[in-house]
């Protein structure tokens, strides 16, 4: 069944908006933590859920939003990678 550019644009602003809420989740966090709030770490499995995203788009050929995905995915890489690395120089 082809997909009309309707249904192209509905699922590409909902597959964003999910990205987009992974990312506001994190940003809220580090908001809190430079806040002086201390905050422990939520152990929900939102990176699961975002492999899996991925992995399923990647599956259903859907490049499109998978190239934002990727976006996000090595936007939160680099920032997990830099806060390890500032981390192991303090200490």
């Known amino acids: 069944m082809p997909f009309t550019i309707a249904d192209t644009t509905l699922f590409l602003i ?5 990205g987009i809420g992974l ?7 580090v908001l809190e933590a430079l806040a ?3 905050v422990g770490a939520h ?6 859920y975002f492999a899996w995203t ?3 788009l990647a599956h259903a050929k859907l490049y499109a939003p998978l190239a934002f995905f990727l976006l996000y995915l ?4 680099y920032v997990g990678v830099m806060s390890l690395v500032h981390a192991s ?3």
């Open 36 to 38: 002086g709030e201390r």
């Open 54 to 56: 991925m992995v399923s």
């Open 23 to 29: 990312s506001v989740s994190n940003t809220r966090a």
């Open 89 to 91: 120089s303090r200490s």
């Open 43 to 48: 152990r929900d499995r939102d990176g699961l």
């Open 74 to 77: 090595f936007g939160f890489l």
């Open 14 to 18: 909902a597959t964003s908006s999910l």
